[in-house]
């Protein structure tokens, strides 16, 4: 399973963009980037994923570089309910394939 | 999005006992669920993919006589603690894939004390 890299921990302040970076140097070509995040005491919710382009949904953006190497989730305007520990993850492009959590990044939002 | 149907929320048992946790997709069929397990502050731990109708797969260093899975239907998957030990107290958390979807969707968990 590839492997993900991200900080431990960051912080923003409430209604200001916040920039979440993963690096995942040995990813494949088969590889999806997945993001999800979860509240204490809860499942793992989705939030967004990609291949190669970036994307936007309701939730968020995505950004993928150019090499796949690294990526960043885009929350355009940050609550305090986005405060949640964010997983970024890769997964074969084969539907039903497991998913191995990295240590994800735990989101602080200040008000 | 689909919905993951986990249940108890919460049990309490002791040492010795077994514990049943249910998985369910309640809008969707699922040939394959996966179990986690997650201690305080960490991150989740894949134990097991759970397969209808056939034998799970479990990671390296789960116990499958400790944690038993059984997948009877296309809805439905069930994890058995058995002889539940202190050390087994923990957030168990269940996820399927609907067919054709790259995404995964998890239920609320289980946390489960054993005194």
């Known amino acids: 399973d590839a492997k993900t890299t991200q900080p431990n921990s960051m912080e923003s302040n409430e209604e200001e963009p916040v920039h979440l970076p993963c690096n995942h140097s040995t990813i494949s070509g088969t590889d999806y980037i997945h993001w999800y995040r979860q509240l204490p005491s809860q499942g793992p919710e989705y939030v967004i994923h990609g291949l190669t382009s970036n994307v936007n949904n309701r939730m968020a953006s995505l950004a993928i570089a150019e090499d796949r190497k690294s990526s960043t989730l885009i929350l355009h305007r940050a609550t305090l309910r986005d405060a949640a520990v964010y997983y970024c993850?890769?997964?074969?492009?084969?539907?039903?394939?497991?998913?191995?959590f990295g240590t994800g990044t735990s989101l602080t939002v200040i008000p | 999005g689909a919905v993951v149907s986990q249940h108890p929320s919460r049990v309490i048992c002791k040492s010795g006992t077994s514990v049943k946790i249910e998985c369910r997709s309640l809008d969707f069929q699922a040939t394959t669920m996966f179990w986690y397990r997650q201690f305080p502050k960490k991150s989740l731990m894949l134990m097991a993919t759970?397969?209808?109708?056939?034998?799970?797969?479990?990671e390296q260093g789960v116990e499958k006589d400790k944690f038993l899975i059984n997948h009877a239907s296309l809805t439905l998957s069930t994890l058995t603690v058995t002889s539940a030990h202190p050390e087994d107290s923990s957030f168990y958390i269940c996820?399927?894939?609907?067919?054709?979807?790259?995404?995964?969707?998890f239920g609320s968990g289980t946390q489960l004390s054993v005194l």
């Open positions: 993850i890769l997964s074969l492009r084969v539907a039903g394939n497991q998913f191995y």
């Open positions: 996820s399927a894939t609907p067919s054709g979807d790259e995404k995964l969707f």
């Open positions: 759970s397969n209808e109708g056939s034998k799970a797969t479990y």
